[in-house]
């Protein structure tokens, strides 16, 4: 079963708040995960790529993976009125074919207010 | 400037008409993807395209059709085959088919069945 489940949301923040988004997921041969950030009435935009299990950090963005719990997240510090826009994870297996294909979370709506 | 580039941005469609969206990279990439986006849905995957010449139905095929004579480019047909066409579609490349591969999306086009 290939699910992944995402809290829409939406999720308001002040601006200079910590953001917490997440995902959980049921399917345990997925080892590719990835945070794309999509703006209204735009294409989603590749914000962070991890493999495996652990944590990775970029600026003000930090994609965390917990393969134990089928669990990621995506912390958000600092937050900006930028940041305001829907966020997808998106998740594949390891090898090629249909099963390389990327599962989408619904996405989360985040607003960040000033 | 390297990217993805989808049109018309905007398309109007009468009931029982046919379309053709464009996708265009000049990425270089072998992997191609259309995707639909409703809301509250997320993505899901219509056809993909490993490489030229080639392409594979995804999660919600029916009413679509898609070609890929050039790398470069991967046009969606919406058929009058379809019965919700209303969406947002969005295509994607990757630089190959494997599990690994960043995709890159498109900024979208809206269709809008009158």
């Known amino acids: 079963q290939k699910e992944v489940e995402q809290d829409p949301g939406p999720l308001s923040v002040p601006e200079g708040a910590i953001v917490s988004l997440n995902c959980t997921y049921s399917?345990?041969?997925?080892?590719?995960f990835m945070w794309y950030r999509q703006y209204s009435r735009k294409g989603p935009e590749l914000l962070m790529y991890t493999y495996s299990s652990g944590n990775k950090e970029d600026g003000r963005f930090t994609a965390q993976v917990d393969k134990s719990s089928k669990y990621i997240s995506l912390f958000i510090r600092d937050s900006q009125p930028s940041d305001s826009a829907t966020y997808l994870c998106a998740m594949s297996e390891e090898y090629g074919g249909s099963q390389g294909n990327l599962i989408f979370g619904k996405g989360t709506k985040l607003s960040v207010k000033p | 400037d390297g990217g993805i580039t989808q049109s018309p941005k905007y398309l109007f469609r009468k009931e029982g008409q046919n379309v053709t969206l464009s996708c265009e990279q000049n990425?270089?990439?072998?992997?191609m993807y259309w995707y639909r986006q409703d809301p509250g849905q997320g993505l899901r995957l219509i056809y993909y395209s490993q490489i030229v010449n080639d392409f594979q139905k995804g999660d919600i095929a029916e009413g679509y059709s898609v070609s890929r004579e050039k790398k470069e480019s991967f046009p969606l047909t919406v058929t009058s085959a379809q019965k919700n066409p209303t969406a947002f579609y969005l295509c994607a490349s990757s630089i190959s088919w494997q599990g690994a591969a960043k995709q890159f999306f498109g900024p979208g086009t809206r269709l809008t069945v009158l």
């Open positions: 990425l270089n990439h072998d992997a």
């Open positions: 399917n345990s041969a997925f080892q590719y």
